[in-house]
């Protein structure tokens, strides 16, 4: 066979509908002409035969020489990076934010200075709890990361759906997250908080209280990512041109309202569809039905502060949008799927510190703390400093720095020049600082003996979580004495159900002794005794409710139809219209996923098979 082109030995065949070449062992080879481009190793060696290792004849062993196999299997070896450690199940999609009006009175962020000016954005979805391969509509957290490509530099603003946390001081998140995820003796469960970990910590942990009403709340199983409302959870500043500081707090509400599911829903979603969301947003974007969120801005000043019942720095409490109302000042809107998964959705890395000129942080100890562990936690991630070159985190503005080699260097930096201050002028200088532009911190003054204490009013771990559930419908507040009693009914110990049940006796008595009823606890413990005394008479919030504030129109639902043969075509047709004018999807739910023979004989394509569409999709 010396040389005889390998080509020579293929012949054509046909599997089904597709035409491919074969070779004589029957693999299938494809290969380039026209604008199909050919297939080169890393180092651009153009590929003879993708199908067979190099060997000794047709039967001998595999030669160590082959570099296109050596290379193709080292790639694969290394393919996966560490998922994160928590929010590791994620969905991205790029858009676009829209200044509504120029807010120059309250930031100098060039994002707020010009109305109707768009800015790059990136927003990554995800649950909290799970790993990588979980479930999307398990009983969890949803993260709603916002990465902002602006003028001066990237803003991140990394939050949840849910506006407060688990826990006050970063310090103890490690303990948090250990005790969600899978127990270290046997590996279960995860994507839950049904087991004794979680519950054992919570009830330990009376700050986790407020948190535990609203995870036990049907906000962790919504309907859609569309449905859902985003919060920066932590209070910020915002500083403008003259110095002046106001506190901030970050809300993103979904033009289509907010809507969940239902527990037995979710069930059955899992196994129907485990991508359930992901597939939801990939949709609505691919038909154009692009999703909108509206900044809301809380602003308060330091009087305020001082003045509130609660310590704006502790992330486990709100201020009630009846206290502060919501400004509106721009939109989000998703319009752009991502082109590779990889190298965008799990490649970006949301830091809290990512802030612009114009935004500052609060003293809030879970800020602070989480400052250190994003930008820390992208090392390990992602293996080199240089993750922020990466096309998905580099921002879009021009951006110069002296900051240096490293693993996968892959910016290539010209000159003698790698410091300042230099001797050097001009661009053989390279970039000099810039007073009047750069970024300053607020000049807040701080004193005191280092400790380590909590402020007083961090103490009260009670009030808000029952006033978010004397803020729910009836139905609302049934759904989560549910959740109670189904998550704490898969707690072993009873001590741990016990206990959690006298905290519950501080949010509302009823609420304590249903849930109590529903363990069948022999007799119900006595109320856990309150850091502070519990606030009994705060209003209740109408914005905390999902049911009060629903969707308004049809528009992002989806419609199942089932029909079969013989059905009328002419009204099919007419309800498609009339659903898609209102802005929902109409799906066919037939006998075959071929499809239905209409009474006119037409051919219907349907997008569900009866047995394999349950009307939960």
């Given at each position: 066979?010396?040389?005889?082109?390998?080509?020579?030995?293929?012949?054509?065949?046909?599997?089904?509908?597709?035409?491919?070449?074969?070779?004589?062992?029957?693999?299938?080879?494809?290969?380039?002409?026209?604008?199909?481009?050919?297939?080169?190793?890393?180092?651009?060696?153009?590929?003879?035969?993708?199908?067979?290792?190099?060997?000794?004849?047709?039967?001998?062993?595999?030669?160590?020489?082959?570099f296109h196999f050596r290379e193709k299997i080292f790639h694969f070896d290394h393919e996966r990076i560490p998922e994160r450690v928590v929010h590791a199940r994620g969905f991205g999609a790029h858009g676009f934010f829209e200044t509504y009006e120029s807010l120059s009175d309250l930031?100098?962020?060039?994002?707020?200075?010009?109305?109707?000016?768009?800015?790059?954005?990136?927003?990554?979805?995800?649950?909290?709890?799970?790993?990588?391969?979980?479930?999307?509509?398990?009983?969890?957290?949803?993260?709603?990361?916002?990465?902002?490509?602006?003028?001066?530099?990237?803003?991140?603003?990394?939050?949840?759906?849910?506006?407060?946390?688990?826990?006050?001081?970063?310090?103890?998140?490690?303990?948090?997250?250990?005790?969600?995820?899978?127990?270290?003796?046997?590996g279960f469960p995860q994507a839950q908080t049904a087991h004794d970990n979680f519950w054992d910590f919570i009830s330990l942990t009376p700050e986790s209280i407020n948190m535990a009403l609203w995870i036990m709340s049907d906000r962790t199983i919504p309907r859609s990512f569309r449905f859902m409302e985003g919060f920066g959870v932590h209070t910020f500043r915002l500083v403008n041109a003259d110095g002046k500081s106001t506190f901030v707090k970050f809300h993103w509400k979904p033009k289509l309202?907010?809507?969940?599911?239902?527990?037995?829903?979710?069930?059955?979603?899992?196994?129907?569809?485990?991508d359930y969301h992901r597939r939801d947003l990939w949709d609505a974007i691919q038909k154009g039905d692009y999703p909108e969120w509206e900044l809301g801005l809380q602003l308060f000043d330091e009087s305020f502060a001082q003045k509130f019942e609660f310590d704006v720095l502790d992330a486990t409490k709100i201020i009630p949008e009846e206290v502060i109302p919501i400004r509106k000042v721009g939109r989000l809107v998703l319009d752009r799927t991502v082109d590779n998964f990889y190298a965008e959705t799990?490649?970006?890395?949301?830091?809290?510190?990512?802030?612009?000129?114009?935004?500052?942080?609060?003293?809030?100890?879970?800020?602070?703390?989480?400052?250190?562990?994003?930008?820390?936690?992208?090392?390990?991630?992602?293996?080199?400093?240089?993750?922020?070159?990466?096309?998905?985190?580099?921002?879009?503005?021009?951006?110069?720095?002296?900051?240096?080699?490293?693993?996968?260097?892959?910016?290539?930096?010209?000159?003698?020049?790698?410091y300042e201050p230099n001797s050097w002028g001009g661009t053989m200088g390279g970039p000099r600082e810039a007073p009047d532009r750069g970024f300053r911190s607020f000049p807040v003054e701080e004193g005191g003996p280092k400790l380590r204490v909590r402020a007083e009013l961090f103490a009260d771990h009670y009030s808000q979580a029952r006033q978010f559930y004397f803020s729910q419908t009836p139905t609302e507040q049934t759904h989560i004495k549910d959740a109670f009693v189904f998550e704490l009914s898969k707690v072993e110990t009873t001590a741990i159900r016990s206990r959690m049940v006298s905290h519950l006796l501080n949010v509302d008595e009823e609420l304590g002794r249903k849930v109590a009823d529903g363990l069948g606890l022999q007799e119900t413990p006595k109320p856990a005794e309150p850091a502070r005394p519990v606030l009994k008479n705060l209003?209740?919030?109408?914005?905390?409710?999902?049911?009060?504030?629903?969707?308004?129109?049809?528009?992002?639902?989806?419609?199942?139809?089932?029909?079969?043969?013989?059905?009328?075509?002419?009204?099919l047709a007419a309800l498609k219209e009339a659903v898609e004018a209102e802005g929902a999807v109409i799906e066919l739910v037939a006998p075959k996923v071929g499809g239905i023979t209409a009474s006119d004989g037409t051919v219907v394509p349907a997008q569900q098979k009866i047995n394999g569409g349950p009307s939960v999709l």
């Open positions: 066979m010396a040389g005889k082109s390998r080509a020579d030995n293929l012949a054509p065949a046909q599997l089904g509908n597709a035409e491919i070449l074969r070779a004589e062992g029957g693999e299938t080879h494809q290969v380039a002409g026209g604008e199909v481009p050919v297939l080169t190793t890393q180092q651009g060696v153009p590929v003879a035969d993708d199908q067979n290792s190099l060997r000794i004849g047709s039967r001998g062993p595999t030669l160590l020489e082959d930031t100098r962020a060039d994002i707020f200075q010009r109305a109707g000016e768009k800015t790059p954005a990136f927003v990554r979805f995800s649950t909290v709890a799970g790993n990588k391969g979980s479930v999307d509509l398990a009983r969890d957290v949803r993260g709603f990361a916002v990465k902002l490509y602006t003028r001066e530099g990237n803003w991140d603003i990394v939050g949840n759906n849910i506006p407060v946390f688990f826990i006050q001081d970063a310090i103890k998140f490690p303990d948090m997250v250990h005790a969600v995820k899978q127990e270290p003796d046997r309202g907010l809507q969940s599911v239902v527990w037995n829903e979710a069930v059955k979603l899992n196994g129907a569809d485990p799990e490649q970006v890395a949301f830091c809290t510190q990512n802030i612009v000129p114009g935004v500052d942080f609060s003293n809030d100890p879970l800020l602070q703390g989480r400052n250190f562990s994003y930008l820390d936690t992208q090392l390990k991630r992602l293996g080199s400093p240089n993750f922020t070159y990466l096309p998905i985190n580099a921002p879009k503005c021009p951006f110069h720095t002296f900051q240096q080699d490293g693993h996968m260097a892959f910016i290539n930096p010209k000159g003698r020049v790698n209003p209740t919030s109408p914005a905390l409710s999902i049911i009060r504030n629903g969707p308004s129109s049809f528009k992002g639902r989806k419609l199942g139809v089932l029909a079969t043969d013989g059905t009328d075509g002419g009204l």
